[in-house]
C-alpha cells in the first residue's frame, strides 16, 4: 500500500468527522472504519509526551534514539513501512483509505514527518457548540467529568487552527467548516471529492445504506438506530440546562474570544462575554500546571488564586 492512498479526516471530537467520514466512504473507491486510533498507538516514539507510563517514557525515547543512531537505522522509515502493512487489510479492493481519528489532532505534524504524500482534511467546528455536543453526546453532569476532555478542549483549537496556519500553501491539506458542509452538502462533498481525485455523482450523498464507518469508536448517534438517534439526541437536550454548564459556557466563550473565533473559522460570539466562577473553576480542577499556554491565562491564575483549596472546588462542581 502506498501513502498516497492515506486520506485523514482530523478535528475536535464531536465537530463532524463521522458524518464527513461518512459521505466520503459512500463510493467503490474509499474504504474506512469507525475510528482505528493506529497512530496515536505508535507515534510515541516521534513524540513521547503523548504517553503517561510509570517508567520514565522520555528516559527510555533517548535511549532508543541513542540505538537507532547508532546503528544508523532509518527509523521513520521503518516504521512508516510497519504502518502501511496494518492499513493494508482495509486497502484491499478499494484505490483509498480514510482514517477518522479526531485525535490525531495531537500528532499533526508527525502525520505530515510521517505521510508527506497523504491527504489531510481538517474539519472545524464552533468550539463552543463542539463542548456542547460533548455534553450531549457523552451525557455529561458535572465540571468533574467534562475535565476528560480537557486537552479537547483548550488545546484541539489552537493547535489545529496554529497548523492549518502553517500550511496554507500545502495542497495535500484541505480545511472545511462544518457549519458549511452541512448548509452546502452537495457542493462542498463534490468539491471534496474532485480534491481527493473520486469520482463524484450525486447518490453519495444518499448515505443511508453506507455501513462501512460504523463501530466501536464512532459517533453513537449514528451508530444507533434511527428512532434510538431522535430520541437520544433529544432527551439530551436536559443537560445544557443544567446552571453549572450554562455558567461554563460563558467564561469558555469569553476564554476563547472573539479574535481567536473570528480567525478559527470566522466564528463570531452572539453577545458579550465575562468569565464566569465555574469556568474558573475547571480551569483550576484541570491541573494545567505543565500547559504553558493556559497556564499564563488570566482565568488559569485567577481560579487558581481564588479556588484553592481543592474541597473547595468540589463544592462548587
Given at each position: 500500500m502506498k501513502e498516497e492512498s492515506l486520506i485523514f479526516i482530523i478535528s475536535q471530537p464531536r465537530a463532524?468527522?463521522?458524518?464527513?467520514?461518512?459521505l466520503l466512504s459512500n463510493n467503490s473507491e474509499a474504504n474506512t472504519c469507525s475510528e482505528p486510533w493506529l497512530l496515536l498507538n505508535f507515534v510515541n516514539?516521534?513524540?513521547?509526551?503523548?504517553?503517561?507510563?510509570?517508567?520514565d517514557n522520555s528516559l527510555a525515547h533517548n535511549a532508543f534514539k541513542d540505538y537507532i543512531d547508532k546503528y544508523k537505522i532509518d527509523f521513520n522509515l521503518k516504521q512508516k513501512q510497519f504502518l502501511l502493512s496494518l492499513y493494508k487489510p482495509v486497502s484491499e479492493g478499494f484505490t483509498f483509505v480514510i482514517d477518522k481519528t479526531p485525535r490525531y489532532w495531537e500528532i499533526l505534524n508527525e502525520i505530515i514527518l510521517l505521510f508527506p504524500k497523504s491527504k489531510i482534511?481538517?474539519?472545524k467546528r464552533n468550539p463552543i457548540d463542539v463542548v456542547k455536543s460533548i455534553i450531549k453526546t457523552?451525557?455529561?453532569?458535572?465540571?468533574?467529568?467534562?475535565?476528560?476532555?480537557?486537552?479537547?478542549?483548550?488545546?484541539?483549537?489552537?493547535k489545529i487552527h496554529s497548523f492549518c496556519e502553517m500550511?496554507?500553501?500545502?495542497?495535500?491539506?484541505?480545511?472545511?467548516?462544518?457549519?458549511?458542509?452541512?448548509?452546502?452538502?452537495?457542493?462542498?462533498?463534490?468539491?471534496?471529492?474532485?480534491?481527493?481525485?473520486?469520482?463524484?455523482?450525486?447518490?453519495?450523498?444518499?448515505?443511508?445504506?453506507?455501513h462501512k464507518f460504523k463501530g466501536k469508536y464512532g459517533d453513537p448517534y449514528q451508530n444507533a438506530e434511527v428512532d434510538e438517534m431522535i430520541n437520544r439526541k433529544i432527551g439530551n437536550e436536559k443537560y445544557?440546562?443544567?446552571?453549572?454548564f450554562i455558567d461554563f459556557l460563558k467564561g469558555y466563550a469569553h476564554y476563547l474570544g472573539n479574535d481567536f473565533l473570528f480567525d478559527y473559522g470566522n466564528y463570531q460570539l452572539k453577545s458579550k462575554t465575562k468569565t464566569s466562577r465555574k469556568f474558573?473553576?475547571?480551569?483550576?480542577?484541570g491541573d494545567y500546571e505543565n500547559i504553558?499556554?493556559?497556564?499564563?491565562?488570566?482565568?488559569?491564575?485567577?481560579g487558581k488564586l481564588i479556588l484553592k483549596p481543592i474541597r473547595f472546588v468540589k463544592n462548587i462542581l
Open positions: 463532524g468527522s463521522t458524518y464527513l467520514q461518512n516514539q516521534i513524540k513521547p509526551e503523548l504517553i503517561k507510563a510509570p517508567f482534511i481538517i474539519l457523552w451525557e455529561v453532569e458535572t465540571l468533574e467529568r467534562l475535565n476528560y476532555y480537557k486537552r479537547d478542549l483548550f488545546l484541539a483549537p489552537k500550511n496554507k500553501n500545502n495542497d495535500n491539506i484541505f480545511v472545511i467548516r462544518y457549519e458549511d458542509l452541512v448548509q452546502d452538502t452537495s457542493n462542498k462533498v463534490e468539491v471534496l471529492y474532485n480534491w481527493l481525485g473520486i469520482g463524484f455523482h450525486d447518490a453519495v450523498l444518499d448515505v443511508s445504506k453506507n445544557l440546562e443544567n446552571e453549572i474558573k473553576a475547571f480551569m483550576y480542577l504553558d499556554s493556559i497556564k499564563n491565562s488570566r482565568e488559569f491564575k485567577i
